[in-house]
């Protein structure tokens, strides 16, 4: 693994201008909220800025924290068209590894069909190395899902190094959702990820299960993944990962997770991510 390099002016200069919109972003929607929701969506907002910048400083910054992300099974699922929201998570792990994640995301309504368009930045430390990412997606729904049926979406993703000006991996996955209530649904993944790196193909998976009370203000997932392919100099990569966690959303724009996972990134390690997501709606 190659030891990250300090960040050079313009890219700092680009860091500061987008947190500098992201800081605008979040006080108009406190202010809209504030007009809507009172005095609880201010509190919220008020946190989400908090773990927002936090993560912010983690991916930019020269001496970043690092930590492997949130939930990473998918649903079948795509939002209304105009549908946004920010998602950053903040990840530790019992061996020091460490991530720190900024993905925001919007769905655009293409003639066709809506297709969810995202980028996750990340910063990470693995073994004492840093490194830092970026990996564009884009995913759509095939069939709708609903109660009693399967639905089935598409999605595929590039992951880039920012450091050494690369691309690492190509990955392309199928996520099956089956609602059985209104209130609990099961997620089922199965994929192909291209690491160019290591010069492999690897069979990827996952199943997770939600369940959330019916105001929708407690979530409750589990979930298991992995890859599989040629076996590998470290155990790890080639194992079952798992998460359980359980989110909290106070009102409809904010959430707050809390997961423990296991072997997130192939190392045997113990992890605990704490997790932010702000919605917003850009219009259609």
Known sequence: ??????????????????????????????????????????????????????????VFARE???????????????GEPGGCK??????AASNHDFIGALSPSCVVGLPQQPVEASVQLTRTRADGEWGSGATPKLKTNLIPT????????????????LITKETTS?????????????????????????????????????????????????????????????????RGVTEPRFQVGLRWRPIDAVSFDVIYGRNLAGENANWVTLVNTVRFSAGK
């Open 1 to 58: 693994m190659r030891r990250a390099a300090r960040p050079d002016k313009a890219f700092r200069a680009r860091s500061e201008v987008f947190c500098f919109f992201s800081s605008l972003h979040l006080l108009g929607l406190r202010l809209g909220l504030k007009a809507k929701f009172g005095g609880l969506a201010v509190n919220a907002l008020r946190v989400s800025a908090i773990v927002v910048a936090s993560a912010f400083v983690a």
């Open 64 to 78: 970043a924290r690092a930590a492997v992300g949130a939930y990473q099974v998918d649903t079948a699922d795509v």
């Open 86 to 91: 920010v998602e950053s998570w903040l990840s």
């Open 146 to 161: 609903a109660i009693g049926s399967w639905g089935l979406g598409l999605s595929g993703q590039a992951s880039y190094d």
């Open 170 to 234: 190509y990955a392309a996955t199928l996520p099956a959702t089956l609602r059985l209530s209104n209130e609990m649904r099961i997620n089922l993944n199965a994929g192909v990820l291209n690491d160019r790196i290591a010069k492999q193909n690897f069979f990827t998976y996952g199943a997770g299960f939600d369940w959330r009370t019916p105001a929708n203000d407690w979530i409750f997932t589990s979930e298991v993944f992995g890859q599989l392919g040629a076996m590998q100099e470290a």
